[in-house]
């Protein structure tokens, strides 16, 4: 079965056939007791390896699952009780190996049961907090008032089901849709804002971590040192190896904390970026980072939580097109990234005892004042001029009304008038010089033909001259005598090849020319 999710995301799920009443409460009921007792053999089986790998350590099955009660319920974040004092300062490795065990769970049974709406999330949840629950404050209530360790049964009942729950919520919340119900009530910008914030809180742990590491490496030959004051037997080293690894989440806690400036402290030692007190420590390979006196260099890593803030504004410079709505997206991720690092802080220090060590403190309130600080005032800024901003839309200026007076009034109708009447003439001007134009090309028409008969005119009384020339010249013997006389001395001085037309030819020729061929020649 096909499923879309608020967020356009098309998720494949194979909805299986209705179950039972009873089958449900099966797959429920070994869900619950299955994260319980794989928790707890988890934690039995490391303490058998350490037992086993001791040098003067007894090993027996029955000591072994004894002990591994109270370790269950540290793996829970349940505070112990002893003669010398408390054990609040608790490991956070085994608690997110439970978590990640109880996530795995829920995220099973859901799928075997084919949940698919938020409500159906309710009976996994209940169940394996509840079982969680019971078996926690089962065991503070047999370890009684009086044995070596205690605990609180209402202490352990709660906070067994506090982590277990946040656990199955976990592994229920992509497969119920209560990810995409908890984004439906969240704008856009906000959503933004809790991305960035989930990303800048990252990136100050692993800061932290950084930092962390970098201590480690300058300072190796302590840590060695730390390790051969163990005894140097396998068993010891394993288990100081395994209680490092086990408070290394701890750890990072704390360099996140001195690089964000608040810093911490165990016992009368304070350490940090711009406060330095010198005071004795455990003999733990892990704390070989800690400075032994306050450099001038130190107080460089305060830029790095800058950096991060730049980044969350540089990030968040496209989450919306108003300067405004931009500056709430960072607010967002600032408050995100302190709210998670107060509650990260509050699980990672607590009381270690009654000695010299005590407490391990993590300023939780100063360190998510300033994680919010880092991440606001930068990242305001950066998102602020950084991303786009909406054109400015200007307002059409208002025509100014002009106020006229009377008089002003009869100048204006007067004008009017004016240009009405020119207007006017001007009309008529253009109709006078049209019918002129057209007066002057009749004229020039008729005037052509006149021109036309005036010339056939004179071409007739030129043609009639020139027969009545030729008729005299005929009967004029003297005038043949001197036109022979001419022609033979023409002929003498042109070229003899040559024969010129007579007069008579041309009279002839004259004669045929067309009048309109003529008509054509100027005059």
């Given at each position: 079965?096909?499923?879309?999710t ?20 099966r ?7 299955g ?33 591994a009660?109270?370790g ?16 609040g300062?608790?490991p ?15 995220a ?20 394996i ?17 009086e044995?070596?360790?205690r ?7 709660f906070?067994?089901a ?9 592994g ?7 990810v ?7 704008d ?22 950084l ?15 730390l390790f051969?004051?163990?005894?140097g037997?396998?068993?010891t ?18 360099a996140?904390?001195?690089v964000a400036?608040?810093g ?14 010198g ?22 890593v ?28 960072v607010l967002?991720s600032?408050?995100?990234?302190g709210?998670?690092a107060l ?7 607590g ?8 407490p ?10 300033l994680?919010?600080g ?15 901003r909406?054109?400015?839309?200007v ?18 109708d ?14 008529d ?14 004229d ?13 005119d004179?071409?007739?009384d030129?043609?009639d ?8 010249d005929?009967?004029d ?9 001419s022609?033979?001395d023409f002929?003498?001085?042109d070229?003899?090849?040559?024969d ?5 030819d041309?009279?002839?020729?004259a ?5 309109e061929d ?6």
């Amino acid at each position: 079965m096909q499923q879309t999710t608020s967020h356009g995301v098309v998720t494949d799920s194979v909805r299986p056939p209705e179950f039972s009443r009873a089958e449900r409460v099966r797959v429920l009921t070994m869900t619950a007791a299955g994260s319980v007792v794989v928790g707890y053999a988890g934690v039995a089986a490391l303490l058998a390896l350490i037992s086993s790998t001791a040098a003067h350590a007894s090993f027996s099955t029955t000591g072994v699952l004894t002990a591994a009660a109270p370790g269950w319920l540290v793996a829970h974040h349940v505070p112990l009780r002893f003669d010398g004092g408390q054990l609040g300062l608790l490991p956070l490795l085994p608690t997110a190996l439970v978590m990640l065990l109880v996530y795995r769970a829920a995220a099973g049974a859901a799928d075997r049961l084919g949940l698919f709406e938020p409500l159906q999330a309710r009976s996994v949840v209940f169940s394996i907090a509840g079982a969680h629950a019971v078996v926690g404050s089962v065991i503070a209530f047999l370890m009684g008032d009086e044995g070596p360790v205690r605990a609180t049964p209402a202490v352990a009942f709660f906070g067994c089901a506090v982590v277990s729950g946040l656990a199955a919520v976990a592994g229920v919340a992509q497969r119920c849709g209560l990810v995409e119900v908890v984004f439906e009530r969240v704008d856009p910008v906000a959503r933004r804002g809790l991305r960035a914030g989930a990303l800048a809180l990252f990136a100050l742990v692993a800061g932290g971590a950084l930092v962390l590491a970098l201590g480690l490496l300058f300072s190796w030959s302590t840590t060695a040192s730390l390790f051969d004051q163990s005894g140097g037997t396998i068993g010891t080293g394993l288990g100081i190896w395994l209680l490092c690894l086990a408070y290394l989440p701890n750890a990072v806690v704390g360099a996140l904390s001195y690089v964000a400036g608040a810093g911490f402290s165990i016992g009368a030692a304070v350490v940090g970026p711009l406060e330095f007190v010198g005071g004795p420590v455990p003999p733990v390979p892990l704390l070989a980072a800690l400075p032994e006196a306050q450099a001038g260099y130190l107080p460089l890593v305060l830029v790095l939580p800058g950096v991060i803030g730049v980044a969350v504004g540089f990030s968040l410079r496209d989450a919306a097109e108003t300067p405004r709505a931009r500056v709430r997206a960072v607010l967002v991720s600032a408050v995100t990234a302190g709210v998670t690092a107060l509650v990260l802080a509050a699980v990672a220090g607590g009381t270690l005892g009654g000695g010299a060590f005590n407490p391990v403190t993590i300023p939780a309130g100063l360190l998510a004042v300033l994680t919010f600080g880092w991440v606001a005032v930068p990242g305001a800024v950066v998102a602020w001029f950084a991303g786009p901003r909406p054109p400015r839309v200007v307002l059409p200026e208002p025509e100014a009304e002009v106020v006229v007076d009377a008089e002003d009034e009869e100048d204006y109708d007067d004008e009017a008038e004016f240009d009405a009447e020119y207007a006017e003439d001007a009309e008529d001007a253009d109709e006078l010089e049209e019918e002129y134009d057209e007066e002057d090309e009749e004229d020039d028409g008729e005037e052509d033909d006149e021109e036309f008969d005036h010339d056939l005119d004179e071409y007739d009384d030129l043609d009639d001259e020139e027969l009545a020339e030729d008729d005299t010249d005929d009967s004029d013997p003297d005038r043949d005598r001197d036109d022979s006389e001419s022609d033979s001395d023409f002929d003498e001085d042109d070229d003899p090849d040559e024969d010129e037309p007579d007069e008579d030819d041309e009279g002839d020729e004259a004669d045929d020319v067309d009048p309109e061929d003529l008509a054509d020649k100027p005059r």
